[in-house]
């Protein structure tokens, strides 16, 4: 098999391609000295740390393998890929206002650069984007599906691989390295550092999340990873502003496929309830309402953290005959348990906000507990109520913030659904508030 356009040290390409001969491989030094400091050629940040021994590294891009003045990056250049069939066996159909945005990205290829396809929770965006990537597959073109958060890759890529089983597509995260081809890319945005000018289009899934939002050096990357005339399409439902104003074109979808209303999170208020959940309990009337929501659906129950996630999981189970089980970044059994509650093993699923993005469940409500901590930006309210009701049948699928305090986050976060409720219902794209 052969691999071209990362940029790798020699033990990364023994480790991950030990069938590649490195003499036809182009060397290059894997830091230079410039006025500034030692300009990392993986990253593009200038370094100034120095190891006891005497030589210097880059600390921004230490995850990746360390990157040092004495070392070497190499690099096989892209080669002109052919035509070909590329086959889509996607069961499903857009919709009307689905088919106008996956018709137009296509249209817009060739007099726009950048694109912003902004689409409330679970209106299918991904699969708007099949048709523009089945053409550019079939030109040649070589495609990186980037995300800043594991779950959404490991998502999309199994995505892809049901409507695209004849293509070789790629998995690079910090917890996986599945290779099988350099065409068909889908990564966290950390890896295409390893990547110079490769890409004819990237997609950055989810661009508004932690940590791309906030982070230079991985907007930096996916600049870098992507070719000089070369496109990209930012996915989000919550873009910033700034973003909305910036791109070639914005296509706007305020409604989900099946023509139902985003489920407007009710407000839960309880008073003590800092005090309570410091010593391990729930409020009464929330013990009720999850109840309640349980002889309904599974229930998707998010905290700020971790020592909480376990607390409640402890209190709920010894009010409830429930199945359930926590999960968080650092779970090694993350992958399984989300497999397992899609397939109905588990009535209540307790998590942080590792999974307020990208993830699909049928039949559940939402909890957001303490829903005025200061992580719960606006942005990761509105990510965690429209977990509610994105597919299957109408479920009364119902979203709870519960908290002892109103703040500006949870009400712009309920105005903001609304506001697309309300836009979807004048467009005609729902059937009732």
């Known amino acids: 098999m052969e691999i071209t356009g990362q940029r790798l040290l020699k033990k990364e390409w023994q480790a991950f391609y030990p069938q590649v001969d490195l003499s036809h491989a182009k060397k290059i030094p894997a830091m230079t000295e410039q006025e500034s400091g030692w300009l990392c050629h993986r990253c593009g940040e200038v370094s100034y740390q120095k190891v006891p021994a005497g030589f210097f590294y880059c600390p921004f891009c230490l995850g990746l393998k360390r990157i ?33 945005i ?27 984007l099949f048709p523009l990537l089945q053409q550019l597959l079939e030109q040649g073109k070589r495609v990186a599906v980037t995300s800043p958060r594991v779950d959404v890759c490991n998502e999309l890529f199994l995505r892809f691989r049901q409507a695209f089983p004849k293509e070789k597509i790629s998995l690079f995260h910090g917890q996986e390295r599945k290779t099988a081809g350099d065409s068909f890319v889908v990564c966290t945005v950390h890896q295409l550092l390893r990547y110079h000018q490769y890409f004819d289009l990237v997609i950055v899934d989810e661009v508004d999340a932690f940590p791309y939002a906030e982070d230079p050096l991985l907007q930096r990357a996916v600049n870098h990873a992507q070719k000089p005339i070369g496109k990209r399409i930012y996915l989000s439902a919550t873009p910033a502003e700034m973003l909305k104003q910036t791109v070639d074109r914005l296509y706007y979808l305020p409604a989900r496929y099946h023509r139902r209303r985003l489920p407007v999170p009710q407000v839960f208020f309880s008073w003590r ?87 699909t469940f049928e039949h559940v409500s939402v909890v957001v507990l303490q829903a005025a901590h200061r992580i719960f930006k606006k942005a990761a ?50 059937d009732e508030m």
């Not at 996956?102 to 726009?112: G, H, P, R, S, V």
């Not at 309920?414 to 005609?428: F, M, P």
């Open 68 to 100: 040092d003045s004495r070392s070497f990056l190499y690099y096989f250049p892209a080669k002109k890929l052919p035509t070909k069939k590329t086959i889509l066996v996607w069961k499903g159909k857009l919709s009307e206002p689905q088919c106008e």
């Open 102 to 128: 996956a018709d137009c990205l296509i249209q817009d290829q060739a007099t726009a650069q950048t694109f912003l396809l902004w689409a409330v929770t679970g209106a299918g965006k991904t699969e708007m």
């Open 273 to 359: 309830l800092e005090k309570q959940l410091q010593v391990g309990r729930l409020p009464k009337n929330i013990l009720a309402k999850l109840a309640a929501l349980l002889e309904k659906n599974n229930v998707l129950f998010f905290c700020p953290n971790i020592s909480l996630l376990q607390k409640m999981a402890a209190c709920i189970a010894q009010e409830f005959p429930v199945r359930l089980t926590t999960v968080f970044s650092q779970d090694q059994e993350r992958l399984i348990k989300v497999e397992n509650m899609r397939a109905g093993k588990y009535q209540l699923l307790l998590t942080t906000t590792i999974l307020e993005r990208g993830v």
């Open 381 to 430: 309210l509105v990510q965690m109520a429209g977990r509610a009701d994105r597919k299957g049948t109408y479920n009364q699928a119902e979203v709870i913030f519960v908290t002892s305090e109103q703040t500006a986050a949870i009400q712009a976060a309920i105005n903001e659904i609304k506001e697309n409720n309300r836009q979807a219902l004048s467009r005609g794209l729902i």
